[in-house]
């Protein structure tokens, strides 16, 4: 699809091996249940990680960090939502694929929003020179994240906290910009004014609704309908929170 960059989630099993996957749980993309923390690597392997999507898809599996990257090398860029909190040796199981600073972006808990606030520091630590990609919202944060964190490659800007302004200050710091559009929000007229204010990287969920709207510039268009495991969903959104706070309880 001509795509240059893959963003991932990437969480880490009971006996610590990274594994790609999005949510805390394994209960709503596989058919088993549990957190993924509390399960090991063999146990998750033995889900079925496809057959929610359709039956093309029977039998796909979790895929482990290390097998993503073999197969992205050379291929496409990464765009890294660190999720659960990292390790050194992950860090480096990026390098030695030859993800660095120019074929790779590191943001924490969903572009940054409510992630855990010390994993930034916890990155830099490990890699001073880490592609960290922490949220800013106003031209003094992002003053104040680049005083912290000199060697970042990227900010986030929240889609309402858009404005040609922003853009251009951080573009004249050397950085990219990204943002998202999800949910309800994805759709031409979002597209229409991220462009407009000059983001480099945004994420979405309709990718055929985007190209549509490049080719005709039609901002009329309606939202196409989510899919039916999208965690956005309120029956989906519901289950996550119960199962939250089931976890919090035990």
């Not at 399960?39 to 960090?65: H, N």
């Not at 992950?90 to 010390?118: A, H, K, N, Q, V």
């Not at 922490?134 to 309402?160: C, G, H, Y």
């Not at 901002?219 to 919090?248: F, R, V």
Request: glycine share 8%.
């Amino acid at each position: 699809m001509g795509l240059e960059y893959v963003e991932m989630d990437i969480r880490f099993t009971s006996d610590g091996v990274p594994v790609v996957i999005h949510d805390a749980r394994v209960d709503r993309t596989t058919n088993g249940s549990g957190k993924v923390d509390e399960l090991t690597l063999s146990e998750i392997r033995e889900l079925d990680a496809g057959s929610w999507f359709s039956d093309e898809f029977i039998g796909t599996r979790v895929p482990t960090l290390e097998e993503t990257l073999k197969l992205l090398q050379g291929r496409a860029c990464i765009f890294w939502d660190t999720k659960a909190r990292p390790n050194e040796a992950t860090i480096e199981l990026f390098r030695r694929y030859g993800f660095d600073r120019e074929c790779l972006l590191i943001s924490f808990g969903g572009l940054g929003y409510g992630g855990d606030p010390t994993t930034p520091k916890l990155i830099a630590g490990f890699w001073p020179y880490a592609p960290l990609v922490p949220v800013i919202k106003t031209q003094a944060e992002l003053t104040e994240t680049l005083n912290d964190f000199p060697n970042i490659r990227a900010v986030s800007i929240p889609r309402r906290r858009l404005s040609p302004e922003l853009v251009d200050s951080a573009h004249a710091e050397g950085l990219l910009v990204a943002t998202s559009t999800m949910g309800q929000a994805d759709r031409a007229l979002a597209y229409q004014s991220i462009i407009e204010a000059g983001v480099d990287i945004f994420m979405l969920d309709y990718i055929d609704s985007f190209y549509a709207y490049l080719e005709n510039g039609n901002t009329d268009t309606p939202i196409p309908p989510a899919p039916k495991n999208a965690e956005y969903l309120p029956e989906n959104w519901e289950k996550k929170q119960k199962a939250n706070a089931a976890d919090q309880e035990n």
